[in-house]
């Protein structure tokens, strides 16, 4: 800070108009130390720069963090700048209440042990929601709920609402209770829980409702005002059942609900459609619009029973259903943000500003921050201080996805050389040129706007300033006015000074029993012949500069000289793994296209020559030290295929015992499933990323393989896992090849080394993502493909100064697929606020859930499982509990009040608590929990949030000759009908379902058959008929396939037969099958917490 003084140099003042879009971003922070933090001047001093914005789009509001007084205004919301562009939507509201004294407020937030739920069936008062503003539109998608919901849920039966007849929990109810959710965990939930949940539904249906209404009214009387009650119609929702006595039974405390609503209204399925929304609420509470107003009352009536008073409840008559359209929703505010952004052009030039949803269509133009595609974060506007940071627990982080694939409409990166001295840097910090560097002195000096250092400007990079500060060639050099660029790498960067050899992949496929018999070797053989055409290019390349090789093994290894010269290819045998090396050096990595015959040749005659084998043991870890080893002969980075069948049992480093334990499920050494054996595998690691070599591992397993060890190696060199069960190639065939076509064909970068800079005061402190850190700043990764992500999370390490806002600058430096060495920069400047009302107005909750989804998997090697997900929740409640206090308008503690950006966060925190790695149910896989958690690890926010959140596509009244595919609709079996089709999927898994009651004409039209009953058991093919109807759904999925990373198999199911409990798993805002509460109880249960912590 010392630097100070530069601020005061006249040509700053001026130099920070220079900084165009982003004022607020840069120039300021040198001034500000005069100004201190909160005063309002800074902002004076910002606004004269603001004129000079190249671009109108950015207001001098951009630039200067608002004043504090006005970070309430609706107006204001994001950051103020983009209003015109993007008027705040109606929804926006919420924030608009001042935030009440933040400052003081926050001081005793200390989180109570909420745990000790237990007793707190006084909390029961979940009912009082209030008046949900936001639910309304939510609520417009589903006009009709009755007549969305399965009959089942319409039975009387308890269970029937959450468990239908077909779906009977798998396991007991106590077992699933203590393992499902955290809540469950306590106590409360803990007998009852099942019973809860059962209840929950119940609750839904028939008087509870009232009952929590009535709860609600009380509450609601504040807050929601009278809305839900005022109205009658409302009343009558929440009257219906005043009584509901049994359910509520759990809640004594529940003031409200105890009052007997008045109300007349009709109990009548159509009742809820009414909720919140009503004409009456908004007016009353417009802030609130964010908030869980009182709409919710309809839930809370489920909630009391479902917890701990619960059993009381079941016995509870059939009620109506609650009506769900009253509780936030994803697909709502999904909804709504295509409204708001959709199709739109995203302008990166104003600092702090929230983008749009990572569902949402928008074209992203660079402006001087880095796109949305490569940086999110969980805000966009951090705390000033560390203190504030731990008052309301949200996660400052970041997800960057440094090769993200941009659309054809956007920019690709530009290439910046600045000669042979290399990329300009600052002095002291060694951030890059950027447009967060301040030039001064008439252009001869800058001033670093990470570290305040004051540098020269080399000779041949001076240039002069304008009137306003900015450099003259402002717009030529992309490194000025850009987020996101590339620059040419010198020597210096490269290994030993040399410059990089291309990169080389090398396929190594095992050839033993299980992979010859299955068919699967040829399958991989044929492929690469056409596969290998399309090796990927360096832009502007005519041909791929990749370099191949190729090996076959089982217990011995098989390397294959296929040099062109050769008439035929040459085998060489390695049979003593223990210490593996490569047989032959020329002629075994070699261009494609010059050794195209010999290697077609090879091709062919490998399924052959196994044909007859006989050999089921395999090593692994020498195969991948025979990679590794042969890069390093080679002098080049890469990446291995391994198409590996079976767990490593013969005799060689790295060999495996099946060490998969269903006992340890629960338990606190249940974390030794997911840890990698300790052996060679950590030194294999280093090794890889030492070399740069990228391990992908296709596995055809029929059982248990220890992924959580095989994986590791994978993990740590920006690799991927696909897995294939029991694979056979007419049902898995193609889905493999289409994840095999993707993988060899996607952008990627080699040898790669990531460092994340971030201005004065707080900084990278912890890394989530398929990385190897040998220090505690340096992301080392043996390639980073564009579908993966590294999550970075930021602490503070001194105060942030709201005028000078908070910098990162993600700088990658990597070799291309053509061999060059290139260093990728992303910057991103983001507000800060002492207002924690700002930070939750730019929370992203997708952001948020991806960081808390890679945390809680890491934490499960080191702690119990049921531990992480009481973190889970109570961090989920402490967080909202933090906005109630501090940032929310008075309302009655009983009214669950959640932040407009945060509304959906408990649903997929429910989700996530339902995972496989995190619900803990001897049913599911070692393997397959493994593999989730390893995967997960890698995903960008795009990948979370659709993991989390399936998309849930209705088919039936598709309009087979519209070009538009169905809106989606939410996770819930009560979305389903008898008579309909559905497709569902989150991104890895894929289902085709099929109500029993399907029209004739549906079956015909899609599979040749006259009913469902003609369909085989188990089937997943989905024929391609010659009519209208099988076109379309062939071509929403094969687009979807195409949009997603990776693909998926599709699985075909009729409702009530036994693969339908695998589709069930997915409707995510439903009871959990191997434990987990209903999204409905789990809000209850947050609610509940929140209480606490407020009290
Ligand atoms: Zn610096």
Known sequence: MSQQGYAAAPPYSQAQPGMGGYQGGFGASPTQPFYGHYGGPPQAVHAQPAGLVKSPGSSAAGMAPPPLSSQCNANVQQNG???????????SAPYSQ????????????????????TNQMSSMNLGNYGPMKVSAPAATPFHSPASVMSPQQVTPGMQSTLLPPQMSPPQSPAASMSMGDPPMGRQPMGGPPMGGQAMGGQPMGGPPMAGQQMGGPPMGGQAMGGQPMGGPPMAGQQMGGPPVGGQQLGSPPIAGMSRPFPGPLPPGPGGFQQLGPGPTGPPAYPQQAGQFGGAM???????????????????????????????????????????????????????????????????????????????????????CTADLAKQCQVPLASIIKPFANLPKNETPLYVVNHGESGPIRCNRCKAYMCPYMQFIDGGRRYQCGFCNC?????????????????????????????????????????????????????????????????????????????????????????????????????????????????????????????????????????????????????????????????????????????????????????????????????????????????????????????????????????????????????????????????????????????????????????????????????????????RVRTSTGFRATDFFGAVHMNNTTDIEMAAVDCDKAVTVEFK??????????????????????????????????????????????????????????????????????????????????????????????????????????????????????????????????TDERAHQRQSLMTMGVEETQLLLYPRLLPLHNIDPGSEAVPAPVRCSEERLLDSGMFLLENGHSMFLWLGQASPPDLTQNLFNVPSLAHLQDNTCVLPELDNLLSKKIHSIISELLEKRPNSMKLQIVRQRDKPEMVFRQFLVEDKGLHGGASYVDFLCYVHREIRQLLT
């Open 796 to 925: 503070h390490d001194d105060t942030l100064g709201e005028d000078t806002g908070a910098l990162i600058q993600c700088a990658l430096l990597y070799t291309t697929i053509g061999g060059q060495r290139r260093l990728r920069v992303h910057n991103l400047s983001l507000n800060c606020s002492s207002q924690l009302s700002e930070l939750y107005k730019s929370c992203e909750t997708d952001a948020l859930i991806n960081f808390f989804a890679k945390s809680a998997y890491r934490a499960i090697l080191t702690q119990p499982v049921k531990n992480v997900r009481e973190i889970l929740v109570n961090q989920t409640a402490h967080m909202l509990a933090c906005y109630r206090k501090n940032c929310a308008s008075p309302s009655a503690v009983s009214q669950l009040i959640l932040p407009d950006s945060m509304k959906v966060l408990p649903v997929y925190m429910n989700s996530l608590m339902k995972t496989s790695p995190l619900v803990g149910s001897t049913e599911l896989p």
């Open 454 to 754: 004051v540098n020269e400007v080399p000779v041949f990079y001076f240039q002069h300033l304008d009137h306003m500060g900015r450099r003259v060639d402002f717009y030529e050099r992309p490194e000025l006015s850009l987020g996101s660029y590339e620059f040419v790498a010198t020597l210096e960067y490269c290994k030993n000074n040399k410059p990089p050899n291309s990169p080389a992949f090398i396929f190594m496929i095992d050839v033993s029993y299980n992979n010859i018999k299955s068919g699967l070797v040829r399958l991989i053989c044929d492929e690469l012949k056409t596969l290998l055409e399309k090796l990927p290019r360096q832009e502007g390349a005519e041909s791929s500069a990749v370099k191949v090789g190729f090996v076959t093994y089982n217990k011995v290894l098989h390397f294959y000289n296929v040099k062109s010269a050769l008439a035929q290819p040459q085998m060489l045998v390695v049979s003593d793994t223990a210490e593996m090396f490569v047989p032959l050096l020329d002629g075994f990595l070699v261009d494609y296209q010059e050794s195209k015959a010999v290697i077609c040749n090879l091709l062919d005659q490998i399924p052959d020559m196994f044909a007859d084998t006989n050999e089921s043991e395999t090593v692994f870890a020498p195969v991948v030290q025979a990679g590794v080893e042969a890069f390093k002969a080679a002098e080049c980075s890469g990446k291995l295929f391994i198409f590996h069948s079976s767990m490593p049992t013969a005799e060689a480093p790295g060999k495996l015992k099946n060490r998969d334990d269903k006992k340890l499920v629960g338990t606190d050494k249940e974390k030794t499933l997911f840890l990698p054996h300790k052996g060679v595998y950590e030194q294999l690691s280093k090794d890889c990323v030492a070399q740069g070599c990228c391990v992908d591992l296709f596995l055809f397993p029929s059982q248990y393989l220890d992924l959580a060890t095989m994986a590791h190696v994978p993990s740590h060199t920006g690799g991927s896992v696909f897995k294939y069960n029991n694979f056979q190639i007419q049902t898995d065939g193609d889905h493999f090849l289409r994840d095999l076509r993707k993988d060899l064909q996607k952008s990627i970068g080699f040898d790669a080394i990531m």
């Open 81 to 91: 700048a983009h209003t015109q562009r993007y008027p705040p939507p109606g929804v």
């Open 98 to 117: 001042p935030p009440i004294s933040n400052h003081n407020n926050m001081a005793s937030p200390s989180p109570p042990e909420a745990q000790q739920l």
């Open 297 to 383: 009352s309809g839930l809370q009536p489920g909630m009391p029973g479902a917890f701990p008073g619960a059993p009381g409840g079941l016995a509870g008559p059939p009620q109506k259903k609650l009506d769900p359209d009253s509780i936030p929703s994803i697909i709502q505010v999904i909804e709504d943000d295509k409204v708001r952004f959709g199709g739109q052009l995203f302008n990166t030039n104003t600092r702090g500003q929230v983008p749009p949803l990572v569902t949402t269509d928008f074209t992203a133009q660079d402006q001087g921050n880095a796109s949305p595609r490569f940086m999110r974060c969980t805000t966009y506007s951090l705390p």
